[in-house]
């Protein structure tokens, strides 16, 4: 049996057997009712959208528990979530991970220019093993790390000697910005994200999120198999600008929505390009005055 047929084969289980106990179809953005099926993959699950906030997501929905589980034992998605030997993060170390998929100088230039300085604080909200974080606190910000993978967040903790929280109620104090990349995208309540920084943020704080873009009008972009590959198992929601803008406002923030690759006038100047048609997503939201 090859890997990707028993991946297809585990999948096909899981959804059957979560088919079996949840027929909750409701929005998990906004608890809404009005969801329609937009196309279904290996029969027992499928991609919903809410005609109320506009986000997409699968169902059968996951359940917190299980969930949690998962990250904890069984997620695994390359270097994300593989922690390197200690001679391999030398090396990355040494480079500042330079030529690295996970490289955060995009996001490093991102953070300036929405107006963050050096020694402003800052939440890594999904942390993983840290290389994100470690390379914020270089850039010199105040960085805490808050992740739920146990394992992932003692290596952050250990070997890049991050300040990594078991709970981002254990912050000592509010931060400028609630910093997430390629998390909401996993979450199965995607609200996490605005409570959290409601809890967290200083006054004139900013919340900066990352994703990959599941705007409706990519899939005539890119391809319907293309389009369909960025929701699954470990992605159960499809994260639109439209969606995160209402989101925002439901949440009481106001919020600008760029896409890859990113313009930092723009982003200055809080001015949204015409279309958002980029891989990935980029939400900028402070809170409404």
Not at 47 to 59: A, H, P, V
């Amino acid at each position: 049996m090859t890997l990707l047929y028993a991946r297809k084969l585990e999948y096909f289980l899981w959804g059957a057997n979560q088919a079996l106990t949840s027929r909750d179809a409701s929005c998990p953005g906004c608890s809404g009712l009005d969801t329609r099926v937009l196309r279904r993959k290996y029969i027992v699950t499928a991609l919903r959208e809410c005609g109320s906030c506009g986000l997409r997501f699968r169902t059968p929905k996951d359940d917190q528990n299980a969930l949690e589980n998962f990250y904890q034992k069984s997620y695994s998605q390359g270097f994300t979530t593989d922690c390197p030997s200690d001679e391999a993060l030398a090396a990355l170390c040494s480079t500042n991970f330079a030529g690295c998929e996970k490289n955060f100088g995009d996001y490093v230039g991102v953070l300036d220019a929405i107006g963050l300085n050096s020694g402003d604080s800052i939440l890594d909200f999904g942390a993983s093993w840290g290389y994100g974080s470690w390379q914020l606190k270089c850039a010199g910000f105040e960085v805490f790390s808050y992740e739920i993978s146990r394992p992932r967040a003692e290596y952050a903790r250990t070997k890049l000697h991050c300040n990594t929280l078991d709970s981002v109620k254990q912050l000592p104090q509010r931060v400028r910005c609630m910093f997430s990349s390629h998390v909401i995208e996993h979450l199965p309540n995607p609200n996490i994200i605005w409570e959290i920084a409601n809890e967290v943020l200083t006054p004139d704080g900013v919340i900066l999120c990352f994703c990959p873009n599941g705007d409706p009008g990519r899939e005539s972009r890119i391809g319907a198999k293309q389009y369909h590959r960025t929701w699954g198992k470990v992605h159960p929601l499809l994260i639109s600008p439209r969606f995160l803008r209402n989101a925002s406002k439901r949440h009481g923030f106001s919020s600008k929505i760029y896409s890859t690759p990113y313009r930092l006038d723009m982003m200055r100047e809080r001015v949204e390009a015409q279309t958002i048609v980029g891989d990935e997503l980029c939400m900028v939201a402070s809170r409404l005055s």
